[in-house]
RNA sequence: GCGCGGUUAGCUCAGUUGGUAGAGCAACUCAUUUACACUGAGAAGGUCGGGGGUUCAAGUCCCUCACCGCGCACCA
């Protein structure tokens, strides 16, 4: 050790002199990329292959609390099968998010003052491009600063043009496959939006509203938005009601209605509730999911009352053209006084069905969409999960996919939104048939009229879904065929409907393989008091700032330790100081055994004293021990059991043993000089340097840097280093 | 309504196939020129949500109740 690194051991340890030095030392050298490895003679040619896919952060902001966690997550796992000696890929990349990009830049539009409804979608298109890729360039620095190991060589973006083109043809693949069908179906629309949105799009958020009881006819029905009322024709019973078995299926009835005489038809169905309300209900098919149903199942009329701007239609009379969330008194109003209403129940509470981002009561409207039939993809997903293809961390997780794949609904994969990817295909005029047109050559459709293009973006999990295929080149199969299925998908909880089983549908498809052997789903992030992190609120913790006070190794400590999968973290910053100290007393730990092993050669067969020799058993059991559970996916008991025997066994007994055994035989003082003291030094420098391997992966900045100061002969980076112990099952 | 998870030390949470309760932080006592105050030593702290059952033995398995959290569904 020279001097200048010796004057450095003398200070405390200083993240921030450290770590950007270092990274730029791992990049430089290449090893983040398998292909380096294996050419420089760091890992076998034939090599088992260790891969993640790193999920695509959403490039419209900065790294939140939540990706520092998945990056430590998954920088700990590439980190240790590098250092096992596997091909290990880590694949970064960046999302374009569709839908939630774009409502990021309408906010930002909105402070403007401006709107996209008054910009040409090119140019809409263009702002937000250069809006991502800025972005994209910030978020990349901060995975860098969290210590990624990933390859950046091969980073990809879901807007980068082969990978456009490769979604496109999916889409093309899967028309051509009857696996997607144009169709007037309910959709969920937004109308602040102007968009429809997929189920994961939407929340429920309870609501105390009056429920009205309406005279229609001989019956009274109930209603929680009469506003819709004005087209209802079709008046619905259970076949079995006794109260209303006078009435027959399909009877008209001549009755008095909002806007003047109306005739009814009566309609029998098994859906309904008897217990319910009065047992019979109105229906509006336009503008309900349960009513959509009936009316096809009886084949009946379906009319539009409300507009995309949730304005009342002209069927509505003398209330057309005023927005749904005035009209509703106004019609109560003269149902009033036309005597029709029988009584109001001021505290129904229900669930409204809104948008995710805007909270806007969602209009179910019916509209003509892409959609992909989930049925047959669907069946393939659970199987290669009941055949224990795919493992989930945690275990119940399993159940969680299982529900979700068997009572999964055809996906609605269109979006009335600019940023994304266009969906390829034409659209009769006429007849509103849909084709797939890659190639952008058809021009009539069979019933003889015009086609025009289809101005729609793709649902952004429809690319994302793809992406263990796409991050590795699909439909290119030399990449694939080395690293697919990938070993372990790391995300967070919230992700098991949203994303992975999009997935595991797509790559069975695709390559009728699983995309990945592992799940392992993190919880989130939140504050010190354990509530969830929000702007409103105020309680977001940016990570980069408690990388600036603590250093990363102590914020991804913090973020580990003791975090099982599935399960919530409150991140406080006394935690994240706990660690820092940590760092640091790795450092003067360090300091003191380099200072006593000057000039002392380690024995490569080293002869201990009874104790040294039990600690040297001790922590070779720790090895065998922490790396079962490293194969098991249990980073949160290997972090604590490190940081517990580095600073309670080998700084606090084995180094303050080592005081009296050194001290008492002075290095240099020749015959005086006993063999405990070379058991002590051996020992010191052995546990030193097994320990700053195997915390590696977990405080890579440190360790790397001190390694550096080893004086270890044909040293490499300790990120190639190899890991200290075997795995026990080799197939892991 | 259906389902899932949780309830263990003041706080945050571990606790593997049942075998005498664990960690971190906080608090307490003492020490401290000696790698480290970003420190050390020590002590303290829990009828493991309630009740019942299985067992030689239950934090752990089964039943039941309560409370907290989450997800899904329906709601005319």
């Given at each position: 050790?020279?001097?200048?690194?010796?004057?450095?051991?003398?200070?405390?340890?200083?993240?921030?002199?450290?770590?950007?030095?270092?990274?730029?030392?791992?990049?430089?050298?290449?090893?983040?990329?398998?292909d380096?490895?294996?050419?420089?003679?760091?890992?076998?040619?034939?090599?088992?292959?260790?891969?993640?896919i790193?999920?695509?952060?959403?490039?419209?902001?900065?790294?939140?609390?939540?990706?520092?966690?998945?990056?430590?997550?998954?920088?700990?796992?590439?980190?240790?099968?590098?250092?096992?000696?596997?091909?290990?890929?880590?694949?970064?990349?960046?999302?374009?998010?569709?839908?939630?990009?774009?409502?990021v830049?309408?906010?930002?539009?909105?402070?403007?003052?401006?709107?996209?409804?008054?910009?040409?979608?090119?140019?809409?298109y263009?702002?937000?491009?250069?809006?991502?890729?800025?972005?994209?360039k910030?978020?990349?620095d901060?995975?860098?600063?969290?210590?990624?190991?990933?390859?950046?060589?091969?980073?990809?973006?879901?807007?980068?043009?082969?990978?456009?083109?490769?979604?496109?043809?999916?889409?093309?693949?899967?028309?051509?496959?009857?696996?997607?069908?144009?169709?007037d179906?309910?959709?969920?629309?937004?109308?602040?939006?102007?968009?429809?949105?997929?189920?994961?799009?939407?929340?429920?958020?309870?609501?105390?509203?009056?429920?009205?009881?309406?005279?229609?006819?001989?019956?009274?029905?109930?209603?929680?938005?009469?506003?819709?009322?004005?087209?209802?024709?079709?008046?619905?019973?259970?076949?079995?009601d006794?109260?209303?078995?006078?009435?027959?299926?399909g009877?008209?009835?001549?009755?008095?209605?909002?806007?003047?005489?109306?005739?009814?038809?009566?309609?029998?169905?098994?859906?309904?509730?008897?217990?319910f309300?009065?047992?019979?209900?109105?229906?509006?098919?336009?503008?309900?999911?349960?009513?959509?149903?009936?009316?096809?199942?009886?084949?009946?009329?379906?009319?539009?009352?409300?507009?995309?701007?949730?304005?009342?239609?002209?069927?509505?009379?003398?209330?057309?053209?005023?927005?749904?969330?005035?009209a509703?008194?106004?019609?109560?109003?003269?149902?009033?006084?036309?005597?029709?209403?029988?009584?109001?129940?001021?505290?129904?509470?229900?669930?409204?069905?809104?948008?995710?981002?805007?909270?806007?009561?969602?209009?179910?409207?019916?509209?003509?969409?892409?959609?992909?039939?989930?049925?047959?993809?669907a069946?393939?997903?659970?199987?290669?999960?009941?055949?224990?293809?795919?493992?989930?961390?945690?275990?119940?997780?399993?159940?969680?996919?299982?529900?979700?794949?068997?009572?999964?609904?055809?996906?609605?994969?269109?979006?009335?939104?600019?940023?994304?990817?266009?969906?390829p295909?034409?659209?009769?005029?006429?007849?509103k048939?849909?084709?797939?047109?890659?190639?952008?050559?058809?021009?009539?459709?069979?019933?003889?009229?015009?086609?025009?293009?289809?101005?729609?973006?793709?649902?952004?999990?429809?690319?994302?879904?793809?992406?263990?295929?796409?991050?590795?080149?699909?439909?290119?199969?030399?990449?694939?065929?080395?690293?697919?299925?990938?070993?372990?998908?790391?995300?967070?909880?919230?992700?098991?409907?949203?994303?992975?089983?999009?997935?595991?549908?797509?790559a069975?498809?695709?390559?009728?393989?699983?995309?990945?052997?592992?799940?392992?789903?993190?919880?989130?992030?939140?504050?010190?008091?354990?509530e969830?992190?929000?702007?409103?609120?105020?309680?977001?913790?940016?990570?980069?700032?408690?990388?600036?006070?603590?250093?990363?190794?102590?914020?991804?400590?913090?973020?580990?330790?003791?975090?099982?999968?599935?399960?919530?973290?409150?991140?406080?910053?006394?935690?994240?100081?706990?660690?820092?100290?940590?760092?640091?007393?790795?450092?003067?730990?360090?300091r003191?055994?380099?200072?006593?092993?000057?000039?002392?050669?380690?024995?490569?067969?080293?002869k201990?004293?009874?104790?040294?020799?039990k600690?040297?058993?001790?922590?070779?059991?720790?090895?065998?021990?922490?790396?079962?559970?490293?194969?098991?996916?249990?980073?949160?008991i290997?972090?604590?059991k490190?940081?517990?025997?580095?600073?309670?066994?080998?700084?606090?007994?084995?180094?303050?043993?080592?005081?009296?055994k050194?001290?008492?035989?002075?290095?240099?003082?020749?015959?005086?000089?006993?063999?405990?003291?070379?058991?002590?030094?051996?020992?010191?420098?052995?546990?030193?340097?097994?320990?700053?391997?195997a915390?590696?992966?977990?405080?890579?900045?440190?360790?790397?840097?001190?390694?550096?100061?080893m004086?270890?002969?044909?040293?490499?980076?300790?990120?190639?280093?190899?890991?200290?112990?075997?795995?026990?099952?080799?197939?892991?």
């Amino acid at each position: 050790m020279d001097d200048k690194l010796r004057e450095k051991l003398l200070k405390p340890y200083d993240p921030k002199e450290t770590e950007e030095r270092i990274y730029k030392l791992w990049e430089d050298s290449g090893f983040f990329n398998p292909d380096v490895c294996i050419e420089k003679g760091i890992t076998e040619a034939n090599a088992k292959p260790f891969t993640i896919i790193m999920p695509p952060p959403n490039a419209n902001g900065r790294l939140h609390a939540g990706h520092a966690l998945f990056v430590t997550l998954e920088d700990i796992m590439t980190r240790y099968h590098r250092m096992k000696g596997d091909r290990t890929l880590w694949v970064p990349g960046a999302d374009h998010a569709g839908f939630e990009t774009q409502i990021v830049y309408e906010r930002k539009l909105e402070k403007e003052g401006r709107s996209r409804f008054e910009m040409t979608p090119e140019d809409l298109y263009k702002e937000i491009y250069d809006f991502t890729i800025t972005n994209k360039k910030f978020m990349e620095d901060d995975i860098r600063r969290l210590g990624a190991s990933c390859d950046w060589s091969r980073e990809k973006f879901t807007l980068d043009p082969d990978i456009v083109k490769t979604v496109q043809n999916t889409f093309d693949k899967m028309f051509n496959d009857g696996l997607i069908y144009r169709g007037d179906r309910i959709v969920n629309w937004c109308a602040k939006h102007q968009t429809s949105l997929s189920e994961v799009e939407t929340e429920f958020e309870e609501r105390t509203e009056p429920f009205y009881y309406l005279q229609y006819g001989p019956f009274v029905i109930s209603t929680s938005r009469p506003e819709t009322k004005f087209g209802d024709k079709y008046v619905v019973m259970h076949p079995k009601d006794e109260r209303y078995k006078e009435y027959k299926d399909g009877q008209k009835i001549d009755l008095e209605w909002i806007n003047g005489p109306i005739t009814a038809t009566v309609i029998k169905d098994e859906s309904i509730d008897m217990e319910f309300g009065t047992g019979v209900m109105t229906i509006t098919p336009w503008h309900d999911q349960v009513d959509f149903e009936i009316s096809e199942r009886h084949n009946l009329e379906k009319e539009q009352i409300i507009d995309w701007k949730g304005k009342l239609l002209p069927i509505a009379g003398e209330f057309t053209g005023i927005h749904i969330s005035k009209a509703r008194t106004k019609i109560i109003e003269k149902l009033k006084e036309k005597g029709l209403l029988v009584k109001i129940d001021e505290s129904y509470k229900h669930n409204v069905k809104v948008c995710f981002k805007c909270n806007t009561v969602i209009e179910p409207q019916i509209k003509d969409q892409w959609f992909i039939k989930m049925r047959p993809l669907a069946d393939k997903a659970l199987e290669a999960v009941e055949s224990g293809k795919i493992k989930f961390y945690p275990e119940n997780y399993k159940k969680i996919f299982q529900y979700w794949m068997t009572n999964t609904i055809d996906w609605n994969i269109s979006r009335q939104i600019v940023w994304g990817i266009p969906i390829p295909a034409k659209i009769c005029i006429t007849c509103k048939k849909g084709y797939s047109d890659l190639k952008d050559e058809l021009k009539k459709c069979t019933c003889g009229s015009e086609l025009i293009k289809d101005t729609d973006t793709f649902d952004t999990w429809f690319s994302s879904g793809q992406w263990t295929l796409l991050a590795l080149g699909y439909p290119d199969t030399k990449e694939l065929d080395i690293y697919h299925p990938t070993d372990v998908m790391e995300t967070g909880r919230d992700l098991i409907f949203k994303w992975i089983p999009r997935m595991v549908i797509f790559a069975l498809y695709l390559r009728n393989e699983v995309a990945f052997r592992n799940v392992y789903l993190h919880g989130l992030v939140n504050d010190e008091k354990g509530e969830k992190m929000s702007k409103s609120k105020g309680n977001v913790v940016n990570p980069i700032e408690l990388v600036d006070i603590f250093g990363t190794d102590a914020l991804r400590m913090a973020l580990v330790v003791g975090n099982t999968p599935g399960t919530d973290l409150s991140l406080s910053r006394d935690r994240v100081k706990g660690y820092k100290n940590f760092a640091n007393k790795i450092w003067n730990a360090t300091r003191f055994v380099l200072d006593n092993t000057k000039n002392f050669t380690v024995s490569e067969t080293p002869k201990y004293d009874e104790e040294d020799n039990k600690s040297d058993e001790e922590l070779k059991t720790l090895m065998e021990e922490i790396t079962k559970e490293m194969d098991e996916y249990k980073f949160y008991i290997v972090s604590e059991k490190l940081y517990h025997y580095f600073w309670h066994t080998f700084a606090d007994i084995i180094i303050e043993r080592s005081k009296k055994k050194i001290l008492a035989s002075p290095v240099g003082s020749g015959p005086r000089e006993n063999k405990n003291a070379d058991s002590a030094k051996t020992l010191l420098y052995t546990q030193l340097n097994m320990l700053l391997k195997a915390l590696h992966p977990f405080t890579p900045f440190v360790t790397e840097e001190i390694w550096s100061m080893m004086p270890a002969t044909n040293k490499n980076l300790l990120m190639v280093e190899k890991w200290p112990a075997p795995s026990a099952d080799k197939t892991c």
